[in-house]
């Protein structure tokens, strides 16, 4: 499954290989009530075909007028300033409070290079980051940080995001294609057939190897979260000593405050100290007071996506 930044990436390399020209717009600085996030692209095709989004719709139809423009010329970059105090903000629709800044840039070797494109593809696939840097005043990207330098933007390019979810009980049921929905890659493990059992996942296959010799063929990254359902020691223990050793973003196990106490003793024993114990999310979740499967997952998946977003 491919999620929304490989998707634009891969379809302006297509673009390209078409022979069409194309242009990459990002949001390189928000103030108050923005719409998208710092980092945000579309792409743009010379024809006026665009995908994905820098303002939620407020300001696209400018952004794809700018960005053919440039294309129309041979190339070039331009940053464009969008906020409800300006007069424009009414005509483009930027009525939300906020202000955002967008670089436009052709995709090609002066300002975002084609081999960016492949970069940013293969080391996401390798489940490593990456940072592209912009020279603000030249409109020129290239691979690598510049800190904190005035006049710079660096975007970091994540791994992309994977859940890897220990039980195939009935909270996995309700989490699998609500994390789906979200952009996570969904890997499910569980070693005892009876849970593990097709009719019960029609549309994911269960892995039934032990965690840890699973999670040695996953290599859980810094764009992975971990989540531990089953209450069994034999098997979330090993699990969450293997997602602690990684560099997952998110390690939750799930269970009463007792359950989680006399899990984090075992831990203890086995040599994890604290610093490395308060990775875990125990009782998995924000606290929401869940009580169906449903609303488990729903809190599940809010705490990774506040360990994701507010870190």
Known sequence: MLDELDDLMRSARAWREAGH??????????????????????????????????SGGCVEGDVIVAAQALLRTGGGFERRDYGVQ??????????????????IQTVDAAHFS??????????????????????????????????????FFTNLYPP??????????????????????????????????????ASRFADIDVDTRWPDEAFADWKPDGGTAVVTLTHDP?????????????????????GSRRTHAARLDRLRAQGFDEAVLERIDGPAGLAIGAATPAEIALSILAGATAALRMA
Request: charged share 20%.
């Open 86 to 103: 300006d007069e424009s903000a009414w005509t483009f629709g930027l009525a939300c409070g906020g202000t955002i800044s967008v670089l």
């Open 160 to 197: 992309p995001l994977r859940m890897m979810i220990v039980g195939a009980v009935h909270v996995s049921q309700a989490l699998v294609p609500l994390a789906r929905q979200l952009g996570y890659r969904v890997l499910l493990v569980d070693p005892r057939d009876s849970f593990a059992a």
């Open 114 to 151: 084609p081999g960016l494109l492949d970069r940013v593809i293969e080391e996401r696939a390798l489940g490593r980051a990456i940072p592209i840097t912009t020279d603000l005043s030249a409109g020129a990207s290239v691979e690598g940080e510049a800190g904190d330098t005035q006049g």
């Open 21 to 54: 020209g194309v242009a990459i717009a990002t949001v390189i600085q928000t103030w108050g009530s923005a719409p998208r996030r710092r980092g945000s692209h579309a792409i743009i095709r010379d024809d006026g075909l665009f995908e994905g989004s820098v």
């Open 234 to 254: 034999k098997i979330d223990d090993p699990a969450l000593a293997a997602a602690l050793g990684s560099e997952a973003f998110y390690i939750a196990a799930l």
